[in-house]
């Protein structure tokens, strides 16, 4: 019972999840960019800057989750 309230694992597993859901959906918003698809009654444009920021932060927090979970 200790293993499934164990709030380290927790932690870690929060981390590397979040850091995927980062990266998926940044890459899915640069993938529908290119297609050119927009979000429905959205305004504004695409800023591949902010998105590149966001993947490369994602992957950084998820390659952070992994190995802390795994080591």
């Not at 019972?1 to 995927?20: H, P, R, T, W, Y």
């Not at 960019?33 to 009654?41: A, F, I, L, M, T």
């Amino acid at each position: 019972m200790e293993d499934f309230l164990d709030l380290s694992l927790l932690v870690k597993q929060l981390a590397l999840a979040l850091g995927i859901a980062m990266l998926g959906g940044n890459l899915y918003a640069v993938y529908k960019h290119r297609k050119g698809d927009k979000p429905k009654g959205e305004e504004g444009e695409f800023r591949p800057g902010r998105a590149a920021w966001l993947i490369s932060v994602g992957l950084l927090i998820s390659i952070w989750g992994a190995v802390s979970l795994f080591a």
